[in-house]
């Protein structure tokens, strides 16, 4: 490395040192963004306000009504009629009501099979969706445990055996966070760089440095490797987080994770990079830098919603995303392991993108002023 | 005092709108990006990939299969014969599901024992597969009504009737879009105003405003306006493009929703300006923008339902303006919930906005370096 | 002298395009820079120094034309050059949150000096520009002087044959600026370096070997300082009045048949006659005056070459203010603390109307934070301030309307047009309807920015920048002005035209505080007050503050040396 080079580092790693910031960046804020993410987002739904209105006592209707007393999914509140259910469902003090109507108890005596109505709130279609999956399942349970009682077979010919593999549990933080880390690290790397250079732009600091005997490529150099150095040391604390705060398995290998923790990385900081590099203007970067790192990340990474099931020119724009093959890495390093038709062509697309941000910038930093 | 303010107010806009870049990324970005997500964020699986392993081959199990391949929601891709290949499959994403019937299924099916049917799924979304799980049984439940009527055997004593008010189709995208207009608003107000007061800052000019008669307040709503009237638009196309475009129903009182976004607005704004009058360097600024608007964002209650956080986290969420409104949102977008209801949304609303937006017009004042 | 050339340009063209137009920024620029000398490159703002400079380091490409310095093609071996030469731009990029040593160290890297050369060209430097005991300091805590001594260390470290100092001396005060400019003669002296350096101080141009005058893209004149003054003399003369301010002196006798330039120099005017006339001097109200022939300098042949080409400055011609009686600042015992640091200790004065008071010294002696407290930006720690009677601070909005500040940096919204900015200031300080009309109107004209009227301010040339900052100051026709640094960087053309605005407006009543590092405009100030580390060394009239400094026999000396004076008794107490 030349002496150039180690002195443009040397001079970025004081100013990071001098200024706190940086470091709030990549460390405090994805500690602080883990943290609170972790713990406050979660799919599993647990003590869901049910109303449960029963409209004539009876021991088949007290006895269904009790199933949910002892299930921690739901939080039953009885309610008398169904307007008073009604009223509540609509203030939404319970998300679902359970009705057994007045001829329950002689329609399950009798031939006919008696209706158990479910009304749930559908604003929320997902939650709503788990919200009938656990009522059904509540149902079927209560429903074998009757019919051994009277030792009757319950007919149902065809029975579903799932077997989740990878998250048997079914923990929605096992997905989320490795996701999270992904979101965690575009934000870190492109605040990192989107201002640094428009700084040097505007404090006049680049016109003197250029002068001398310095070339771009060493400016980029000393640009991007003290903020890649503290984005991996903010990756390494997010990853910690994720395995011994959130108890996320990880069934892949730590070189694998590593090696694609630093494509992402270079991808983030070139962008943010490049964003500084054209604006040369630090309002104008901060904005393009609010505006095509945090939503994006969100939406179109699939870490929260399929993208398979997207419209096929929603699914174009989210290959311009590089969370999504970061997120895509990542979910399968933590759950399923090293599986390299997943890893192989996603950290193909980082590379891709890491020479195209960063080949850009170097393209559009040249030695002059105009 | 009505003309200082108009004044500082053109001024604000001029100084928004003249430059070209800027002007650009106020606007554009946002209305693509509703666009992308309105149809991006949806929980609905469409076409889930699966595969068949028949290890059965009878009349039965190919007429459940029939059943799978025949919904919509299921897109049939492999057809396997060894059990070695279901790995690959599932592990490199290929398929999100595999369809597997033992030997000897559908003789016990016709004889009348319960026969099992292997579902496995691609656990690493668990919010993915248990939806597809929950598709899986829907078809199977409708496969087994049939079977029982087709061969008149005894139905079960009881049977669940399941009902969606709101959105009976359970369509997630009704959920998400009325969302997206809290989000999207949230952005451009913040991108508006957590860099303005830090950028004159910077320039010096703030300086020279201060020494003019302009009053903090009247500074304030000189501030506030551009972040006012550009959420307002924006907000507003975004409302539109959610009815018209996307066809979500908007069943309640539009004032009431107004009511909401503008309660909003000043709570965002105060936010923003209060960040940006606190920070020294536009760096800060935007560092404060983010560790507001991300949180803000994840903890509103948008993807992930706010009852499911931990208690302490929740009381968090009671900081969060964009938890209030989306609340709004929704309840005016799909429930047409009245004022009455949607009051106890309202006033939380009117507190955050009523304190920052006083902070923001304190600091203009008392922030020296 | 040496004939041997280090720089050779020929047929240099270079524009700009700025939205709308293309500005031409050299135009067809032939010349050569002599070896083993310092070289002055002179010019008005706007005249394409910069580009210049810029152009010969690489940075910029000619459109036309080629640049050969040291033998090289500075566009084509930018590399090359850029190996053998030092530049100093105008805002050196000192890296603030590094300390002296650190950007040393930077820069020694940068330019690949070896680590066995550097302690003994590190001891030579430091020494020479006398921050050896501030190594540890970081920069952006350094004053204005020593920042700048820092740039040029940091360009020297490995000693260039060819150096490029574009503005070294702007904001930077008279100690620091005489440092400079011996550590620059050294250099030349001592290693043998060629100097090319831009200043917008025409005094400056006299210590140049050669001085090239670029006016509007174009080189107007090359020789040596002597070269361009000898054909001026017998039109210099020092004219003095006693009984008479000065600064009304020279306002009078600038409006003058045939004055072509009047200046305040002590206690007289120096005023310089075009081609073929006499200053009158019987009559009126002028029965007293004496009228002594001086040598031309540098800087009558600056105004004679130049002058021409611009309109004659108009005089200001404010309306009337009604004159309170009594003081209209008052400032007593004021200090302000930041943290540890004194920033401002005990300062007392008073300003009446109608008066200029001036505040001098070097960057961090407390003159901007004691304005800034005047103005009401920033709390005070202790003390009593009243402006018009009241702490601004805490004054209603209608206080504030009574005063006008143009800060430093010209702090104008920067993409809206001249008339955009005169327009939100008017409005902003409730000025309406046809009043409104007449005072934009009123800066258009006076001030002579109709032409820039729908340019972004932003693209101005300097100049014309300070004139609209001005404008805007004084949209409400305030009664008490505060100028920070109103002239910094702007060139002798324009400074000259601003204090004829000033000095109308203090005729008019206006109560004018001004903060400044030009020396010579501090014989504009009727009071002034000298400070150094947050407090106040003199305090008086110019020849009051000069006996104090200088003795009896200083009345007379420059205000710069009665300065320097000041400042090192205080290091030596």
């Known amino acids: 490395m030349s002496r150039r080079v180690r002195g443009l580092l040397r001079k970025e790693f004081l100013q990071v040192l001098r200024d706190p910031s940086s470091i709030a960046i990549a460390f405090l804020m994805p500690a602080f963004l883990l943290l609170l993410f972790g713990y406050g987002v979660s799919m599993d739904a647990s003590n869901v306000p049910l109303a449960v209105v029963v409209e004539q006592p009876g021991a088949e209707a007290e006895s269904f009504a009790s199933v949910f007393q002892h299930s921690r999914y739901f939080a039953p509140q009885r309610y008398i009629d169904r307007a008073s259910a009604r009223r509540a469902l609509d203030a939404g003090l319970v998300d679902g009501i359970v009705l057994l109507p007045a001829d329950f108890a002689a329609r399950v005596k009798g031939d006919a099979s008696a209706p158990i109505q479910l009304i749930v709130n559908g604003v929320n279609a997902n939650s709503a969706r788990l919200l009938e999956g656990y009522v059904e399942g509540a149902w ?135 964003i500084s590099v054209t604006t040369r203007n630090q309002f104008v970067a901060g904005m393009v830098a609010i505006i095509a790192t945090f939503l994006p990340a969100f939406l179109l990474s699939g870490m929260l919603f399929d993208i398979g099931s997207m419209p096929v020119v929603v699914q174009w724009v989210t290959h311009l995303v590089a969370a999504r093959y970061f997120v895509a890495i990542l979910q399968t390093l933590f759950l399923a392991g090293d599986v390299w038709g997943v890893i192989v062509p996603n950290a193909l697309a980082l590379i891709l993108m890491a020479l195209f941000f960063i080949g850009l910038a170097r393209r559009r930093m040249h030695k002059h002023l105009e | 005092m009505w003309q200082r303010i108009l004044a500082l107010i053109t001024k604000e806009f001029l100084n928004l709108f003249k430059d070209r870049k800027s002007r650009f990324v106020t606007i554009v970005p946002p209305l693509i990006q509703l666009l992308v997500f309105g149809y991006a964020a949806s929980f609905d699986l469409d076409h889930v990939p699966y595969a068949v392993y028949d290890r059965d081959h009878g ?311 | 002298m040496t004939q041997q050339a280090v720089i050779e340009i020929s047929g240099l063209t270079k524009s700009f395009r700025l939205p709308g137009r293309e500005i031409d920024a050299l135009l067809d620029v032939n010349l050569r820079v002599a070896a083993g000398a310092v070289s002055g490159l002179i010019g008005p703002d706007g005249a394409g120094k910069t580009t210049l400079m810029r152009l010969v380091a690489g940075l910029l490409l000619p459109d036309a034309g080629a640049v050969r310095v040291l033998g090289y093609d500075a566009s084509r071996d930018a590399l090359d050059v850029q190996s053998l030469i030092g530049y100093m731009p105008q805002r050196f990029g000192l890296y603030e949150d590094l300390s002296v040593q650190e950007n040393l160290d930077l820069y020694a890297d940068l330019q690949d000096v070896p680590a066995s050369d550097r302690p003994a060209r590190y001891d030579e430097l430091l020494q020479m520009t006398g921050l050896g005991p501030f190594t540890r300091r970081l920069a952006g805590r350094l004053s204005g002087g020593m920042k700048q001594k820092l740039g040029l260390a940091c360009t020297l470290v490995r000693s260039p044959r060819l150096l490029l100092l574009d503005e070294p001396t702007v904001g930077v005060d008279p100690v620091s600026r005489r440092d400079l400019w011996s550590i620059v003669y050294r250099l030349v002296e001592e290693e043998g370096m060629s100097v090319l350096l831009s200043t917008a101080y025409l005094d400056e141009a006299e210590r140049c070997f050669e001085v090239i005058l670029l006016h509007e893209g174009r080189v107007v004149g090359q020789g040596t300082p002597s070269e361009f003054s000898e054909p001026l003399s017998g039109r210099s003369f020092r004219v003095s009045q006693p009984g008479i301010l000065p600064r009304r002196l020279q306002a009078r006798l600038a409006t003058r048949a045939g004055v072509l330039d009047a200046v305040v120099q002590g206690q007289s005017v120096r005023v310089v006659m075009q081609p073929g006339r006499m200053l009158e001097t019987g009559g009126g109200d002028s029965d ?286």
């Not at chain 2, 913040?190 to 320039?203: C, D, F, G, Y």
């Not at chain 2, 560790?291 to 208690?311: D, R, Y």
């Not at chain 3, 009558?300 to 309109?311: E, P, Y």
């Not at chain 3, 007593?332 to 300003?351: H, I, M, Q, W």
């Open chain 1, 140 to 274: 079927r349970n209560w429903l074998e445990r009757e019919l051994g009682a009277r030792a009757m077979p319950l007919n149902q010919p065809v029975m579903l055996q799932p077997r989740i593999w990878f998250n048997p549990g079914l923990r929605s933080r096992n997905y989320l966070v490795p996701g999270l880390v992904a979101i965690n690290m575009t934000l870190v790397g492109a605040l990192l760089t989107a201002l640094v250079m428009a700084r040097e732009w505007e404090r006049g600091t680049l016109e003197a440095m250029m002068v001398t005997p310095v070339s771009m490529r060493e400016v980029l150099i000393g640009k991007v490797l003290p903020y890649f150095v503290l984005g991996m040391g903010g990756m390494a604390l997010s990853v910690a987080m994720a395995l011994w705060l959130f108890q996320v398995p990880f069934r892949g290998s730590f070189w694998v994770l590593t090696l694609c923790a630093a494509l992402f990385l270079l991808v983030a900081l070139g962008m943010g990079l490049l």
């Open chain 2, 59 to 369: 009349q039965a199990g190919r007429a459940l299969q029939a059943a799978f391949s025949g919904s919509p929601t299921f897109d049939l891709r492999y057809v396997i014969q060894r059990q070695d290949q279901i790995a690959p499959l599932i592990d490199n994403r290929e398929v999100l599901l595999v369809l597997q019937l033992e030997p000897g299924f559908s003789e016990k099916l016709t004889i009348g024992e319960p026969a099992e049917v292997q579902v496995l799924v691609d656990g690493r979304n668990s919010n993915t597969a248990q939806i597809a799980v929950n598709y899986a049984g829907s078809v199977l439940n409708a496969f087994n009504g049939q079977w029982i009527a087709r061969h008149q055997q005894q139905a079960p004593p009881t049977r669940l009737v399941s009902r969606a008010w709101f959105n009976p189709n359970l369509e997630s995208r009704w959920f998400f879009i009325p969302g997206l207009v809290g989000l999207l608003t949230l952005v451009v107000t913040m991108v508006v105003t957590s860099l303005s007061v830090a950028r004159e800052r910077e320039q010096g000019t703030f300086d020279q405003l201060l020494v003019t008669p302009l009053r903090p307040f009247e500074i304030l709503i000189g501030k506030a306006t551009p972040g006012f009237v550009v959420g307002l638009v924006e907000g507003s196309l975004v409302i539109l493009v959610a009815r018209f475009w996307f066809g979500v129903p908007l069943v309640g009182d539009l004032a009431v929703l107004y009511l909401g976004l503008v309660l909003f607005l000043f709570a965002a704004i105060g936010i923003g300006l209060a960040i940006s009058s606190l920070a020294v360097t536009l760096q800060q600024a935007l560092l404060g923008g983010f560790l507001f608007m991300v949180p803000a964002v994840i903890l509103s209650g948008f993807a992930t339902p706010i009852e499911n956080m931990p208690p302490l986290v929740q009381m968090i969420t009671l900081l969060d303006p964009l938890r209030y409104f989306l609340v709004v949102l929704r309840g005016v977008f799909l429930e047409g919930a009245p004022f009455s209801i949607l009051v106890h949304q309202l006033w939380p609303l009117a507190i955050i906005a009523a304190v920052t937006l006083s902070a923001a017009g304190w600091l203009f004042r008392h922030r020296m370096y």
């Open chain 3, 288 to 573: 007293n005056i004496t009228c002594e022939p001086v040598e031309p300098r540098f800087e009558d042949a600056f105004i004679d070459r130049l002058h021409g080409s611009r309109d004659g400055a108009r005089t200001l011609r404010p309306a009337d203010h009604a004159v309170t009686p009594g003081k209209v600042i008052r400032v007593s015992g004021l200090s302000r603390r930041f943290g540890d640091f004194v920033a401002v200790d005990r300062v007392s004065f008073e300003v009446s109307p109608g008066e200029v008071f001036g505040l001098l010294g070097a960057n961090g002696a407390g003159k901007t934070t004691t304005f800034r407290m005047l103005c009401g930006l920033l709390p005070a720690s202790a003390g009593e301030l009243s402006v018009a009677g009241l702490d601004l601070r805490r004054a209603p909005a209608r206080a504030r309307g009574r005063i006008g500040y143009m800060s430093q940096k010209f702090s104008l919204y920067g993409n809206l047009t001249v008339s955009q900015n005169l327009e939100f200031f008017a409005r902003t300080y409730g000025l309406r309807g046809a009043r409104r009309r007449q005072r934009l109107e009123w800066a258009l004209s006076e001030l002579e920015l109709a032409r820039y009227s729908g340019a972004a301010s932003g693209n101005l040339p300097l100049g014309y920048q300070q004139r609209l900052a001005l404008a805007c100051a004084l949209m409400h026709e305030p009664d008490i002005l505060f100028l920070d640094e109103p002239t910094s960087g702007v060139d002798p053309l324009a400074r000259r035209e601003f204090w004829s605005h000033i000095n109308a407006l203090a005729d008019a009543g206006v109560a004018i505080l001004v903060t400044t590092h030009f020396m010579e405009e501090a014989e504009y100030c009727d009071r002034l007050a000298i400070m150094s580390a947050g407090e106040i060394l003199a305090l008086g009239t110019p020849p009051e503050v000069k006996r104090r400094a200088l003795g009896v026999e200083g009345e007379r000396a420059g205000m710069e040396e009665a300065f320097i004076a000041l400042i090192e008794d205080r290091e030596v107490a």
